[in-house]
């Protein structure tokens, strides 16, 4: 079924939903479903699976000379999906990105996302590589989010790349992107972020779901400012407990995310214990939840980050 379809049904009922990242290469699948078995019966009708693109290293060759090399660390996206599927009988929503991929490779994997019966996808352009200071496309890639959002959108209507496909079949992906409630990094002002994402709902964009906050009303702002700009789709909150001392800075640098004063406060007051600093943490996160639930949020999304017990005493205090 697809995510927007869950919604409606829920009428109005917050659902819940997991985010999960493949393994290192080299890695099993026992870890996907390691994290995924205690979540399960809180009953999330999706799990997205997060796309890595490829990276850059600098490995030592014979002569002692260094040599930039390009590798893919955590591979497996669409074959964790359909194992997602067959293991647990819910949807698995992949993340495709922009970068790493032809048009022509889009092609081919939505081809076989839609041979493997997967009916959702979330549609992302993708970070700056490790050691580029900004997105590289791959050339005869796209550039942006809203061009692989409308060639989803095209082969939804049968159009493929080669217009010598007369009568192509027709895929019937329903299209996720991603919102910022505190603003893409790189947008120049929130107010032209979210035309763009007006854009890239226009364009075909079904649902939003959002990078990580940990203060509601910025949150609530952006989706008060979403609905005027004419954004009526589902907009999904995305929450990720902060459960370690190192991520009151490394949040902020990877995210482009404030952290609120009461939480960092909290956070400093019990920064040697460890274990009190990972309550603080689980306890913010329920009361975003709480306040999020009774927003009417359509569901609450979950950046698991391999964490099942943390995410399952959110879960817990609130379902
Ligand atoms: P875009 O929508 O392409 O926007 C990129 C920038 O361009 C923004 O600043 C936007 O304001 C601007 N822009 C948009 N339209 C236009 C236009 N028409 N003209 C000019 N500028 C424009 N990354 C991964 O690598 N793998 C993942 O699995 C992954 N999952 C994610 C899941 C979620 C829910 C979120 C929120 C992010 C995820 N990301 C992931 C990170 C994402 O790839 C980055 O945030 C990336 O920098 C932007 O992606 P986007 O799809 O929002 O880009």
Excluded at 59 to 69: L, R, W
Excluded at 110 to 117: A, E, R, S, V, Y
Excluded at 219 to 228: D, G, H, S
Excluded at 309 to 314: A, E, G, L, W
Aim: aromatic residues 10%; proline residues 5%; neutral net charge.
């Amino acid at each position: 079924m697809k995510v927007t379809e869950y919604f409606e049904k829920a009428k109005g009922k917050s659902l819940i939903s997991f985010e999960i990242l493949p393994p290192m290469k080299g890695g099993g699948i026992e870890s996907i479903f390691k994290t995924l078995d205690p979540l399960m019966e809180f009953k999330p009708p999706f799990i997205d699976v997060t796309y890595h693109r490829e990276e850059y290293v600098y490995k030592e060759n014979k002569n002692g000379f260094y040599e930039k090399a390009s590798i893919r660390k955590r591979p497996g996206t669409v074959g964790i999906c359909t194992a997602i599927m067959h293991r647990y009988g819910v949807e698995a929503v992949p993340h495709l990105l922009c970068g790493g991929f032809t048009k022509e490779e889009t092609e081919d994997v939505l081809i076989d996302l839609h041979f493997l019966g997967i009916k959702n996808v979330l549609a992302l352009r993708g970070d700056a590589r490790k050691f580029e200071t900004t997105f590289v496309p791959t050339e005869g890639g796209h550039s942006l989010s809203i061009d692989l959002v409308r060639q989803i959108k095209n082969m939804n209507q049968g159009q493929y790349l080669d217009d010598n496909i007369e009568n192509g079949q027709k895929t019937n992906f329903c299209i996720g992107i991603a919102g910022y409630p505190e603003k893409h990094f790189e947008a120049p002002n929130h107010d032209i972020d979210i035309e763009f994402t007006k854009e890239k709902i226009d364009a075909g964009g079904e649902y939003i779901v959002t990078q990580m906050f940990f203060d509601n009303s910025a949150f609530l702002k952006y989706r008060e400012k979403c609905k005027q700009s004419g954004i009526n789709v589902p907009i999904v909150p995305g929450i990720k407990p902060l459960t370690k001392f190192y991520q009151l800075s490394s949040i902020p640098r990877h995210f482009f995310v404030n952290l609120p004063s009461d939480l960092s406060k909290e956070i400093l007051k019990v920064k040697d214990n460890k274990k009190k600093l990972k309550e603080v943490g689980i306890e913010w996160a329920i009361h975003q939840c709480q306040e999020l639930k009774a927003a009417g949020v359509p569901c609450i999304h979950f950046y698991t980050m391999g964490d099942s017990i943390t995410v399952r005493k959110i879960v817990e205090a609130i379902y």
